[in-house]
């Protein structure tokens, strides 16, 4: 994990503590497990007592939650944000489809594991899963970066090749730039 | 001016304006029946903007964009006077007068715009666009009741009116109420909270000119607009209230006043740009107007 | 030879030799107009003093020359912009036709804007305006496009303000018998009420239409943004101040000697508060850049005339300061269009995008230009700013503060949109070619910037001219009183120190920068403008993300029912109605002689029929 400047324990722990504390989802919805996410935020489940807010553009964002199916086209695009957005950054897989393809296992169009092409901190089941179950799922999360083992950056950027050849496998008009950061 | 006193007077205007900002969040969050993120949670936030590194920029005017807001954030705070008669945070502010302070504190934004401008993202331009016209609805209300009070008391020093608070032995908000109203009501829109928030409204603009910021950019933008709350609420409280002589007063004083552009935001939808503009050339331009009035011949 | 007339001969003469060297060489021709202009200046200002008079006979009229302090303050702008904007023509004018006949109007403006303030009595007075005045129109008309419409416009707004002025003249030669300006002056107060009134309204006419006064300022946005940009940095910078220093002479020394005067003085003033409200409105309407700052002209020349207008020291002081400010950083702006126009080719705001990091140093020039018209401390702007509001507050025109603030916030949206519609933005790839323009158009540009930013931190440096021009009119002395070093007191003691703040400002930002900027560099990459965040896709070639149309629609649609009423419609109808009024007219001489024959015949008969009873 690329911290800067802090890179001695003590200032790591703090450092963790805080951005645990305050996780800014990226508002976009790749498919349709990004309806159980308003209901997570608004009264009745309230996320925003976790810190968790939504932002506007990648560039802004901590975490990129990938919400139900995949397809082929959207993760050409989810791709591409992923790497607009800055280190530290976390990515937790939504829904059944993100785990193992879900309903549409035997589909033309969706991708069946995300991990080849993304690396992914979190999974949260369920089709789709409850506000409950997502508040787990962000407790978890910061669990994870409390720990210090919430190395999904930099295990892309020192893995990129092995990641590059599975996306461009299976995205077969690749036009993008060598790398987005 | 000392620069441990500029230092401190920083500090109160850094710790003050989060912590403000995390009890609106709050309030909100109570209004909407629900409970809401803790009163610190603003330092958290600054706190993770501020370590999450930058990887892209898009060049000069880019990087020192947010630089020209923050310079104009500590110069606007050195001249109003934060409390009277105290030698740790006079800094600067018999130099200063009203007139410096409006234009100072619109050069601020002005750098923040043209840093955006150069990102190329068209959101950024637009919500600068809106930012600009939604300036000039507000700043006439704004400028005729300070017009009102600097006539009748002949002066435009921000020290002289609130000491002339003490001689008269009354606050200005019952000398010239008409005043007050007009502007409390151009406040609702330096703040920038709803209904006028069209500026950097997330998802209808991608968030207008922080579209391309983040890490420490963003961190210098919400520092910078913090520190704008507490230079404003001051202001306010300054001209209009007597003053405060020691911390505890003036907290208690802006934290009431800052209640007002909360409380009426927080239950109102979003006013499209020119609904916004004719808003303030409404009713708050009518209270002008009596408080120039009233001021003069009375 | 007294020098000043040997500077007036070097002017004339020059401009005809220069217009006709360019059969030797283009080279030739570029270095004579550099030396018809250098050396008059540099003539003028180490040998020409208050003393120094000189007179003309001929055989029945006399011309007296002469230098007053209030001219030596305009004369400072006046031959100093002659130099700079000379260089810059130079590189402008580069490779184009009809260059003779563009430095002669050139250097013949100069040289009667010289003649103007040297002169002291009226009829060099109005032989210098008009030369002046003709020499601008055949510029204005140098492209050869819309000649009817703008430089006829232009002409015809010129000749009823200078047949005012001549009007104005006549009245005084046939009450005092002398055309000495010194002899109105001191048998003004002598005159009856009517003459009281109308010599100076007549010759605010005159001086109104240069200084784009409203009803008269229709010709300046079509004119300004028609002539060549080099031409406009001193049509608008130097031109117009000689519309003002005709109206400091009349408020001064005429209007201010009479209690009726105070109401042409309140009369002008609202004038001038109301064309910079309007303009203002109308210059952000505009996406053509150059009719933006025209407009923009027009606005800032309100100020300085509501600041002479209102009559108090403060007041005066602020109009002044602003007149030279006006033109040091709107020339700049006018040289910064011409070199974006050079480069690229055109200068719609809709058009070009993206030139921050193809013409660095325009962009330097055009901020700091920009940020001391907008008035944002510490640069010149907001000193003549400052002292205008203070010096209105005191004299009780609250309405008037109204108006000018109004403008003046009003100003910040058309600063960013030039700004921004130039410089920054995406980047398109047709203009991926463009460079920085040539240095010797990039200097003159720098060399002003750099003035107003000094200016801004030592305002005293023209503060003591305009006091010394003030004190010839018999103001009191307020230099040694008001302005100490760079600290400006107003009248109820309040200051506002500028040195010391704007090195605070200066350790602020350095700070600050070091923060973000250094300590960031290594580890960041500049990207273009194509990677922005655009959900997630790339922007393709073909595609166009410039935000440049309808900038600022939500504002305009909110002034919309102000900006309705045009004078310009106005004025087009009433001219409309005057030919309608002549074309019945024409119904009756309509030229052909069997008419007429009919008409003799017709009175003939009456005569017979009736003149008994007429006659007898």
Redesign the interface.
């Known amino acids: 994990m690329d911290y800067g400047i802090y890179q001695d324990k003590l200032t790591r722990i703090v450092t963790d503590i805080a951005r645990s504390h305050s996780l800014w989802i990226l508002a976009y919805g790749t498919g349709c497990g990004a309806i159980e996410v308003p209901a997570t935020m608004t009264s009745r489940y309230d996320a925003e007592r976790l810190g968790v807010r939504g932002a506007a553009t990648p560039r802004q964002a901590d975490v990129l939650m990938i919400t139900g199916y995949l397809t082929v086209k959207t993760l050409k695009r989810v791709i591409r944000v992923y790497e607009q957005m800055q280190d530290p950054k976390y990515v937790i897989g939504f829904g059944s489809c993100a785990v193992n393809g879900g309903m549409y296992w035997d589909s033309y169009n969706t991708i069946k594991q995300l991990d080849l092409y993304l690396p992914v901190d979190v999974y949260i089941s369920g089709c789709m899963p409850r506000p409950e179950a997502v508040l787990e799922g962000f407790a978890k999360l910061q669990e994870q970066i409390r720990a210090g083992e919430a190395r999904g950056a930099t295990k892309y950027k020192d893995n990129l090749d092995y990641y590059r050849g599975n996306q461009k496998k299976i995205i077969k008009n690749w036009d993008f730039p060598d790398y987005n950061w | 001016?000392s620069i441990l006193g500029a230092i401190a007077t920083f500090l109160l205007a850094f710790v003050v304006g989060m912590t403000y900002g995390g009890i609106r969040?709050k309030v909100i969050?109570r209004v909407?029946?629900?409970?809401?993120?803790p009163i610190y949670?603003n330092f958290?936030?600054a706190?993770?903007l501020f370590?999450?590194?930058?990887?892209?920029?898009?060049?000069a005017?880019h990087?020192?964009g947010?630089?020209?807001l923050?310079?104009s954030a500590?110069?606007a705070l050195?001249i109003i006077p934060v409390l009277r008669d105290n030698i740790w945070f006079t800094n600067?502010n018999?130099?200063?007068?009203l007139?410096?302070l409006i234009?100072?504190m619109?050069?601020g934004p002005?750098g923040m715009?043209?840093g955006a401008?150069?990102?190329?993202?068209?959101n950024s331009?637009?919500g600068?666009?809106?930012g600009?016209?939604q300036?000039?609805g507000f700043?006439?209300p704004w400028?005729?009741a300070l017009?009102a009070l600097?006539?009748k008391y002949?002066?435009?020093?921000v020290v002289?009116l609130m000491n002339v608070q003490n001689e008269v032995g009354q606050w200005l908000i019952f000398q010239n109420p008409f005043a007050f109203v007009a502007a409390i009501l151009a406040s609702l829109g330096m703040f920038r909270y709803a209904p006028f928030n069209i500026v950097g409204a997330?998802?209808e603009l991608?968030?207008g000119p922080?579209?391309?910021?983040?890490?420490?950019?963003?961190f210098?933008m919400m520092s910078a607009g913090s520190v704008f709350a507490f230079v404003k609420l001051t202001l306010l409280v300054d001209v209009f209230f007597g003053g405060a002589s020691n911390l505890i007063e003036l907290v208690i004083k802006t934290f009431l006043l800052y209640m007002i552009p909360v409380m009426y935001g927080v239950v109102n939808p979003r006013y499209?740009?020119?609904q916004a503009?004719?808003y303030f050339w409404g009713w708050p331009l009518l209270f002008g107007f009596l408080a120039?009035i009233y001021s003069?011949y009375f | 030879m007294n020098i000043i007339i040997l500077i007036l001969i070097l002017f004339f003469l020059g401009a005809i030799i220069t217009a006709f060297s360019g059969k030797i060489s283009a080279l030739v021709q570029d270095i004579l107009f550099l030396i018809v202009l250098v050396v008059p200046a540099v003539l003028f200002f180490t040998g020409v003093d208050m003393n120094t008079e000189s007179i003309i006979t001929f055989s029945q009229a006399q011309l007296t020359f002469g230098m007053t302090p209030l001219s030596y303050y305009f004369s400072l702008i006046v031959m100093g912009l002659a130099v700079l904007a000379g260089f810059y023509t130079v590189g402008q004018m580069n490779g184009k036709k009809r260059k003779g006949y563009y430095y002669l109007n050139y250097i013949l403006s100069i040289g009667a804007m010289f003649g103007i303030l040297m002169s002291k009595d009226f009829i060099s007075f109005f032989i210098f305006w008009e030369i002046m005045t003709w020499a601008s129109y055949l510029i204005v008309i140098y492209n050869g496009k819309n000649v009817q419409k703008i430089g006829i416009k232009y002409f015809v707004m010129s000749a009823i303000g200078a047949y005012a002025m001549l009007m104005a003249i006549v009245l005084i030669h046939s009450i005092t018998g002398s055309f000495l300006i010194t002899d109105l002056i001191s048998e003004y107060t002598g005159m009856t009420q009517g003459m009281q009134l109308l010599i100076p309204a007549l010759l605010l006419i005159g001086f109104g239409v240069k200084a784009a006064l409203m009803p008269l300022h229709i010709w300046a946005p079509d004119a300004y943004s028609n002539a060549p940009m080099s031409y406009t940095a001193i049509f608008s910078g130097a031109l117009s101040k000689m519309g003002i220093y005709g109206m400091v002479i009349v408020f001064l020394s005429l209007l201010s000697k009479v209690p009726e005067g105070a109401l042409i003085r309140d009369i002008v003033a609202w004038l001038a508060a109301i064309t910079a409200a309007i303009s203002t409105l109308w210059a952000i309407k505009q996406d053509d850049a150059k009719r933006l700052l025209a407009y923009s002209s027009i606005g800032q020349l309100g100020y300085i005339i509501i600041g002479v207008a209102i009559g108090t020291p403060m007041s005066i002081i602020a109009g002044l300061f602003l007149a030279f400010m006006h033109g040091v950083f709107k020339s700049a702006l006018f040289m910064v269009v011409g070199a974006v126009e050079k480069q690229t080719g055109t200068t719609d705001l809709t058009e070009v995008t993206g030139l921050i990091r193809k013409m660095p140093w325009t962009f330097l020039a055009a901020l700091i230009s920009i940020i001391a018209l907008a008035g944002i401390p510490p640069l010149g702007g907001f000193v003549g700013k400052w002292m205008l509001y203070e010096s209105l507050i005191l004299s009780d025109h609250f309405m008037l503060v109204i108006l000018v603030f109004f403008s003046s916030t009003a100003a910040f949206l058309y600063c960013y949109k030039i700004l921004f519609g130039f410089f920054l933005g995406q980047e398109e790839k047709e203009w991926a070619h463009v460079k920085e323009a040539p240095a010797i158009m990039i200097v003159p540009m720098v060399i002003l910037s750099i003035s107003s930013i000094v200016l801004g931190t030592y305002p005293q440096l023209i503060l003591k001219p305009i006091n010394a021009a003030m004190m010839s009119f018999g103001l009191p002395d307020t230099y040694g009183n008001l302005w100490k070093e760079s600290i400006l007191f107003n009248k109820w003691g309040n200051q506002i120190a500028l040195a010391p703040i704007m090195y605070g400002i200066m350790l602020v930002f350095v700070i600050v920068t070091i923060f973000l900027f250094f300590r960031n560099r290594s580890r960041t990459r500049y990207v273009t403008t194509k990677d922005i965040s655009t959900s997630g896709e790339i922007i393709k070639e073909h595609e166009n993300l410039t935000f440049s149309r309808g900038f600022f629609q939500p504002f305009l649609r909110a002034v919309e029912p102000v900006m309705k009423r045009q004078i310009d419609k106005y004025m087009l109808s009433f001219a409309k109605g005057v030919e309608d009024l002549f074309e019945f007219t024409r119904r009756i001489y309509n030229g052909n002689g069997q008419t007429y024959a009919i008409y003799a015949m017709i009175f003939l008969i009456i005569l017979l029929m009736f003149g008994k009873n007429l006659l007898g």
């Open positions: 001016m969040r969050a909407q029946n629900r409970y809401g993120p949670q958290i936030d706190f993770k370590s999450k590194t930058t990887a892209v920029h898009h060049g005017m990087l020192l947010p630089a020209f923050m310079v500590v110069v050195m600067l018999f130099k200063g007068d007139i410096f234009y100072i619109t050069f002005l715009a043209l401008g150069q990102t190329g993202n068209p331009a637009i600068v666009t809106r600009l016209s300036m000039v700043e006439i400028v005729m017009v600097m006539i002949n002066t435009t020093s002289d997330p998802t991608a968030s922080a579209s391309e910021n983040g890490g420490k950019f963003l210098t499209r740009t020119e503009v004719t120039i003069v």
